[in-house]
């Protein structure tokens, strides 16, 4: 008897783990193929990401400043299949390219309307080491190879636009948001399209479009921004939504084919977070300034990545303070299944700012840009 009832609440725990473990990480399945992954709590609490600093570059802490290491504006780091990194400066309106170790190698492009020229240079990738530069002011992507050599620019159709955002997705295509603006009765409007495209920037699949009405007094960014990443032949697209932690996973062809969510609770703007805002808005773009009123919730998700490891990294929102306004915290997802929430910030090895500044997860490395002090460091992880 005894035996009897030991093997029934043996069989009741197992019973009870087995339960756990799934509301834990419910994977479903719906009628047309897709699969849902709802996420509540981490799998794996022992997980986290160890860093290092290598190199940084811009800091000028030698007596002799290198002007090829000072930036008027860093907007976009990139780096090749050698590990060389790419700053694009938008306001010099030229290329940089770094070795390793943080030297200077060359720069490339020049401010200007001509072949191999942009005005303003807003985004690049890099495919199979050939580096693309979208110049939307003169609705054209410019092409080099990696000895900085130009080779040619490729010009936007005026009804198609100029792509705003883009990543690679494969050796012969992108994905990214294309972004025109035309007038209609008078009004200007803006149309975003979230597409596939192909080496040659021709629209293959559209993910995502919108048209409103445009007014560069009254236009916030973040109402129209759809943050995305590539990683192992797919495309990872945040919901836009303050009270939703959604994300939508498409296929190379566009076809979607997974969605991963997790628990999430609307977070509200701390006002030293809507200063620092309203500052990086106006530094970046002398014609708006963003009226912090309009600002309450935030966005669940702020930015994705995707590592070296094939980990699907999410920078969600949080309730910040002074004492951890700019850490950076990710919740890592291993096959739509959330590992663990880390904050790189929790020890002295990884960057802390009074800023706001941009990651980007680039090879083996985490390259830091900071905005307000134009300087750039790398860590490895």
Sequence with gaps: MKKTIYSLILAMIILFSSCSKTDVNNITTDKNGLKV????????????????????IGDNID???????????????KSDSEGNLYVLDRRKSVLRKFNTNGDFILSMGKRGTGP?????????????????????????????????????????????????SFK???????????????????????????????????????LHSETFDFDWETFNPL????????????????????????????????KHI?????????????????????????????????????????NAIKRVYFDKNGYLLVESSQKRNKAN???????????????????????DDFYISNEMYEKNFLDNRIVVSDVANMMIKTYSY
């Design 37 to 56: 992954y709802k996420n509540s709590k981490p799998s794996d609490k022992n997980f986290k990401y160890m860093t290092e600093e290598l190199f940084s």
């Design 258 to 298: 997974e969605t991963i969510k997790k628990n999430y609770a609307r977070i509200k703007y701390s006002d030293d977070e809507k200063l620092i805002m309203k500052e990086q808005m106006e530094s970046r773009s002398r014609r708006h300034t963003l009226d912090t009123e309009i600002l309450n919730f935030k």
């Design 63 to 77: 007596d002799e400043i290198d002007t090829n290491k000072v930036f008027n504006d860093i907007t976009m780091i």
């Design 325 to 347: 306004l700019n850490n950076f915290i990710l919740d890592i997802f291993k096959d739509g299944q959330l590992l663990n929430t880390v904050d790189l910030n929790s020890t």
């Design 168 to 206: 690679k997705l494969s050796s012969n295509r992108f994905v990214g948001m294309l972004s025109r603006v035309a007038r209609n009765s008078g009004a200007r409007e803006m149309t975003m399209n979230l597409a596939i495209m192909d080496k040659k920037f021709n629209v293959l699949y559209s």
């Design 116 to 164: 191999g020229e942009m005005i303003r240079a807003t985004d690049m990738a890099i495919v199979e080491d050939t580096i693309y530069v979208s110049d939307m002011r003169s609705r054209k992507v410019l092409r080099f190879n990696q000895d900085g050599k130009f080779i040619n620019d490729i010009m936007m159709p005026r009804e198609t636009g100029s792509p705003r």
């Design 223 to 254: 109402d129209h921004n759809i943050e995305f990443t590539t990683g192992n032949n797919k495309i990872y697209v945040a919901e836009t939504s303050e009270s939703k932690y959604s994300i939508e996973v498409y296929d190379i062809e566009g």
